[in-house]
């Protein structure tokens, strides 16, 4: 449902519904993200150090498979608020649980720690599709008021992470990693108590399903539901009791291509079965294209939880005077930038666009990916210094921070853009959907990737940096070479699309 609030201006003069959904998601990103920066430090970390002791490539495949499960599992969660229970509902239990996931991790038991990552991944697929949905509930279709919101509420993403990143990070070296995923509990404590608290300013925004099931149907659903939780509950347990031994690495890799399968599937299935005429065939060949290159950007750009924070961690010199730079402290970087530098993107891409100069959708991701490789190659040469035994100034990690976050954001909110412009509007939520699953892709490449990061062969680090840097540019090359021709299929979007603001959300 979408609530036509024009006139209201409680919130900065955007809706009053805008402050309950920012502080929302600002809460919950503080803690998720703040869970996530610990998480492979705290998998590697030795059992003297409260850590799990597992190897690199056990730790950083774990990492690589909950983090595209978080955004897998946002198809799902997306279609039970539409179908079943509404977007509020979904936000409310979808922190519910996160909360509990991070309670669960906070208790100083590794029997407990998978269950608590899969209650974060499922509470996360329930909160995040929904709760960004219903931002663009709040205005009415012609709205002026609408890019301005996203980008308010953007901007909560990167403080909330910030805010993560600052207290977790914190308290894992200064008083255990309990500790920190304690702090990230609080945390979606707090952007519960204020959801509820507030949630009467979203009047009828997402109070009920969009789309009305009959009894047969809404039944089966909830009886789908309940099938999977059960099976997940019984696999998790002989896994936990040691009845069923799962090689982390082996089981990423099958993801992997499970994922990529299905996006094939269903994109190919819209493509030869969709009933597309000429025009949106080509467009769909456009944005095939740019989906390549965000699961290429995204398996780099996710080294940044795994290999660039062991690197951060074991690597670099730390030191300032007597205070310690807590590891996770480095990822900041990324959020900081963020704020920083979207303003200026966003008046580039205006600026070009003026003077007819606005670069295609491919070519813009392009850029972005080989931009995004440039950072290894800082990396390349950090490794060095750090394979002859000494430990590096932090300016290289923040350099390839720096570089990273440009990448993103030439590419991220335009990969988004291009998705609501090139696609079948017939087909327009479903291709959502089909692109989300190149940031699971990315995830789980990163993961595989980063478990190559062999801390006893430090010999070898070098050139792992220096392999995803020159793929990435490869890619980002023939990507755009393929751009001077798609981006007349481009040209041939709907003329009603021209008008639209570009997304501002990045990953997130």
Known sequence: MTTKSTNDTRFFGHPG??????????????????MRALLVLFMTASLQEEGLAFTVASATAIYGLYTGAVYFMGLPGGWIADRLIGSQRAVWYGGIIIMCGHIVLAIPSHSTFFIGLILVVLGTGLLKPNISAMVGGLYSDNDARRDGGFTIYYMGINLGSLIGYGVCGWLA??????????????????????????????????DEPATALTPKVHKAGWT????????????TAATTMGVLVIDPVELAKYVAVAFTVIFLVYFGGIFFFGNLNEAEKKRMGALFLICVASACFWAGFEQAGSSLNLFGRDYTDRMIGAFSIPPA??????SIFIIILSPFFAALWVNLGKRMLDPSYGAKCAVGLIIMATGFIVMFFAAQLAASGLKVAPYWLIMTYFLHTVGELCLSPVALSAVSKLSPKRFAGQMMGVFVLTYSIGNVIAGLLAGNFNPDRLDTMPDLYMQISLF?????????????????WEALADKRHEDEPHPVSQQG
């Open 17 to 34: 519904g805008l402050q309950t959904l920012f502080f929302t998601e600002m809460w919950e990103r503080m803690s998720y993200y703040g």
């Open 472 to 488: 990435s540019i490869a890619i980002g090359i023939v990507v755009l070479l393929l751009s001077l021709k798609t981006r007349h």
């Open 329 to 334: 402290w480095f990822q900041s970087a990324n």
């Open 173 to 206: 070296p200064n008083m255990g990693y309990h500790w920190a995923f304690g702090a990230a509990a609080v945390g979606m404590a707090i952007g519960l108590v204020q959801y509820k608290v507030t949630q009467n300013r979203l009047a009828g925004n997402g």
């Open 224 to 235: 789908g539901i309940g099938v999977f939780l059960a099976v997940l509950v019984g696999v």
